[in-house]
């Protein structure tokens, strides 16, 4: 899929996430717990570092010689272009497939609301 960016810029992403895709996410947040306060630092920064890493596929940065991310390491997302527009419209495209990946983590999982009382079980 290729996000165009108010710039003129492009970002190809895969069609398709693979179960490292979530994986990587996921396993990007360090939770430290000091003193019976657990503390996550970076945490959502982390994760769309891991998320983007593993998403994208190509883009035109590379004209730049700024390589993909799954290449140069996801430093190189430091090196995307400072644009709120450009930056703002990619999460805007990616954030229903990062939300979705990231959504799942055991001990975040609710279950439904049962159809019987409206209350979750469990």
């Known amino acids: ?3 165009t ?4 810029a492009w970002v190809d992403v895969k069609d398709q996430t ?6 990587a996410v996921r396993d990007a947040v360090d939770l430290v ?3 019976g306060k657990t503390i996550i630092h970076g945490a959502v920064t982390a994760q769309w570092k891991a998320f983007l890493t593993r998403v994208i596929v190509a883009w ?6 700024i390589p993909v991310p799954a290449v140069g390491g996801d430093g190189v997302l430091d090196e995307f272009p400072d644009n ?3 930056i703002d419209a990619l999460e805007d495209a990616l954030s229903a497939r990062f939300e979705r990946i990231t959504a799942g983590r ?4 609710q279950r439904p609301p049962s159809p019987k009382n409206g209350t979750s079980s469990g």
């Open 18 to 23: 693979v179960p490292g895709d979530r994986f």
């Open 106 to 109: 055991p001990g975040n999982r």
């Open 60 to 65: 035109s940065y590379s004209e730049q010689g």
């Open 5 to 8: 960016l108010p710039s003129g």
């Open 1 to 3: 899929m290729r996000v």
């Open 33 to 35: 717990v000091e003193d």
């Open 84 to 86: 709120d527009d450009d």
